[in-house]
């Protein structure tokens, strides 16, 4: 037992070198732009550690805060649809506030503000992914578009914004 255990630690601490080694190949500036807006009043993942935990629990809740557009473009498998702009509670109302809930956008704001008010409301194990669906597409993890087809895609929700998106990686999307 207690060498699974010490297994699951170094396979862990593997996936979040390689995470951070994956981050620090964005464009220039990355961390330093997701440090000016993400606060860490909501406990932060990495992508590495979201993945690791989706392969362990495929019942994961993981839920989209950016805008039905942006979502419909691409997002995490099984992510649930809860917005942004016009989040309502009624939304995870079917989760249990005990659940492991992971939220994330497009770098991290708008999820750590939803987060925040998951955490007002009494839920006690919320996660901010740290760079959002940025991160996740430009280390390689798999996304869906609104069919349920994997994708490159990423919408980057506008010109200032897409150029994190690291384009040998994904196909930002710019309305």
């Known amino acids: 037992m ?7 630690w170094i396979g862990f601490l593997i996936m979040t070198v390689f995470s951070s ?4 190949q964005n ?9 000016g807006y993400i ?15 989706m392969a362990k629990n495929p019942d994961l ?12 473009v691409s997002h995490i498998k099984n992510a649930r649809f809860v917005g942004y702009d016009h989040f309502k509670m009624d939304a995870i ?12 956008c497009s770098i991290g704001y708008r999820s750590e503000k939803i987060g925040e008010k998951l955490q007002k409301a009494g839920y006690q194990n919320v996660h901010n992914l740290y760079g ?12 869906v578009d609104k069919d349920g087809n994997s994708t490159t895609a990423v919408h980057g929700y506008n010109k ?14 710019v309305k």
């Open 132 to 143: 959002g669906i940025f991160a996740w597409g430009n280390a390689s993890y798999p996304m």
């Open 93 to 104: 109302k079917d989760v249990d506030k005990n659940d492991k809930i992971y939220v994330y």
């Open 21 to 24: 080694w994956v981050i620090s």
């Open 160 to 173: 200032k914004w897409a150029k994190w998106l690291n384009k040998s990686k994904t196909r930002p999307i």
């Open 39 to 53: 606060k860490g009043t909501v406990p932060i993942a990495q992508p590495a550690q979201l993945k690791f935990e």
């Open 2 to 8: 207690a060498n699974f255990i010490s297994m699951k």
């Open 27 to 35: 464009p220039e500036g990355f961390d330093k732009m997701c440090e």
């Open 61 to 72: 809740v993981i839920l989209d805060a950016r805008e039905l557009e942006e979502y419909n």
